[in-house]
């Protein structure tokens, strides 16, 4: 049995399968375009976490792809990291990203940090939000 703990909260459980993730990825495809929608405290450990899943994700993604950030409550540098992987991944000769940054935190995260010039940042949103299913981790 493998057991990751936080102080006495049990976060991840390998015996009996559960987890409590700060932080998740859902994705779907709407109208062509792949919408990464990610939720939670997106830090070094998300990156480190949803990282290969996300890689994987755009290894067949289309040409368009939707960094969704509106339900991010937290982002550090290592949420950054992941986004400029994201940004790495699909090059302007490969397809089109649009970061949707959600609240008005992460919009000033990215202010400050300059990535704001680095991403294509729609006005509204490029495709409707539809909020789908029970949160957990890996979707």
Same mark, same amino acid.
């Given at each position: 049995?493998?057991?990751?703990?936080? %102080?006495?909260?049990? /976060?991840?459980? @390998?015996?009996?399968?559960? *987890?409590?993730?700060?932080?998740? #990825?859902?994705? &779907? =495809?709407?109208? %062509?375009?792949?919408? /990464?929608?990610? @939720?939670?405290?997106?830090? *070094?450990?998300?990156?480190?976490? #949803?990282?290969? &899943? =996300?890689?994987?994700?755009?290894?067949?993604?289309?040409?368009?792809?939707?960094?969704?950030?509106?339900?991010?409550?937290?982002?550090?540098?290592?949420?950054?990291?992941?986004?400029?992987?994201?940004?790495?991944?699909?090059?302007?000769?490969?397809?089109?990203?649009?970061?949707?940054?959600?609240?008005?935190?992460?919009?000033?995260?990215?202010?400050?940090?300059?990535?704001?010039?680095?991403?294509?940042?729609?006005?509204?949103?490029?495709?409707?939000?539809?909020?789908?299913?029970?949160?957990?981790?890996?979707?």
């Amino acid at each position: 049995m493998i057991t990751l703990r936080e %102080g006495k909260k049990t /976060l991840l459980d @390998w015996e009996t399968g559960t *987890a409590d993730f700060t932080f998740g #990825l859902h994705h &779907r =495809v709407v109208n %062509g375009t792949d919408v /990464l929608a990610f @939720w939670g405290e997106l830090d *070094a450990w998300a990156d480190q976490e #949803l990282a290969p &899943r =996300v890689m994987a994700l755009l290894d067949h993604a289309g040409p368009r792809v939707v960094a969704d950030l509106r339900e991010v409550t937290f982002m550090d540098a290592g949420g950054l990291r992941l986004l400029v992987r994201i940004r790495k991944r699909v090059t302007p000769a490969r397809g089109t990203l649009w970061l949707v940054p959600g609240s008005a935190r992460n919009r000033r995260l990215l202010r400050i940090t300059s990535l704001d010039k680095a991403f294509t940042i729609p006005a509204g949103a490029p495709v409707p939000y539809v909020r789908t299913g029970t949160r957990s981790g890996f979707r």
